[in-house]
């Protein structure tokens, strides 16, 4: 479980102040798929790097099953973003040079995984987001923006984080693809218990989550829940015409 407690974060350029996220508080269980979306600048990305510790609150604190982040060390904190975390970005971010194999496996190398047992884990997890087994050795920048946006999901999956953390996971590819990430998400976060937060633009995507949030001014609130399949429960019908 992930308790967000009152997180504010400001950011301060020249004389101006701007508080992107404002007292932002919510919980989620284990399991969850849950979205975020909000207008271009409104602090999506800066909640999802205070959640991943990749950056420090004004105020406020995370709580990891039962651990706080206020207050823990900066070993503790890159220890909490390798071994809990799982990162999406819309940008890979994965290293172009190596193969998929390879990206998968370096978290695990990180975490201390031996080499016989990254190397089955990784193809497991290539599997699993479903890379032609003839890609596994294939460099990064000879995959299609889909098949890296898999590889960064198993990346992201390398240590079985408790949380993975999203960021326009789908901005970059096309409809149907899309769709195949969305889909993957769902099984993940329902087969393995594991916690995602996806930040998106993307109405489709939001609408098929467990819960979505929207981050306004600071303020994050919650929009009425859709079953799994995306259907619209009967009474919010029309809700989610609300521009996203
Ligand atoms: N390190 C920083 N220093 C100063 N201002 C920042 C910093 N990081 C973000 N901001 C500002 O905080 C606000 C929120 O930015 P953020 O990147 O979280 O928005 P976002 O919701 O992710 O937007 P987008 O949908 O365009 O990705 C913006 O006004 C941005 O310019
Ligand atoms: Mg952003």
Redesign the pocket.
């Known amino acids: 479980m992930i308790e967000v407690k009152n997180l504010v974060?400001t950011?301060?350029?020249g004389d101006r102040t701007?508080k992107?996220?404002n007292g932002v508080s919510f919980e989620l269980e284990e399991g969850t798929l849950a979205s975020i979306v909000?207008?271009?600048?409104?602090?999506?990305?800066?909640?999802?790097?205070l959640l991943g510790a990749l950056?420090k609150p004004t105020s406020g604190d995370v709580v990891v099953n039962g651990v706080s982040l206020a207050g823990m060390p900066d070993g503790k904190l890159t220890e909490y973003r390798r071994r809990d975390i799982g990162f999406v970005f819309?940008q890979f971010n994965l290293i172009p040079n190596l193969s998929a194999l390879d990206n998968v496996m370096l978290p695990m190398e990180f975490a201390g995984v031996r080499k016989p047992m990254r190397d089955q884990r990784a193809r497991e997890l290539l599997q699993q987001v479903q890379l032609d087994p003839e890609k596994h050795g294939r460099r990064i920048n000879r995959l299609s923006g889909g098949e890296q946006q898999r590889v960064a999901i198993a990346r992201a999956l390398a240590n079985e984080p408790k949380l993975i953390l999203a960021?326009?996971p789908t901005g970059n590819l096309d409809e149907q693809t899309g769709e195949h990430i969305i889909e993957l998400l769902s099984s993940l976060s329902r087969d393995h218990n594991t916690t995602i937060l996806v930040?998106t633009?993307d109405r489709q995507l939001a609408n098929k989550t467990d819960r979505r949030f929207r981050?306004q001014q600071g303020r994050l609130t919650e929009e009425p829940a859709r079953d799994r399949a995306g259907a619209a429960a009967g009474v919010e019908a029309g809700v989610g015409t609300a521009a996203v």
Request: net charge positive.
């Open positions: 974060r950011f301060k350029t701007i992107p996220v909000g207008k271009s600048g409104s602090g999506k990305s800066t909640l999802l790097s950056d819309q960021d326009e930040v633009h981050l």
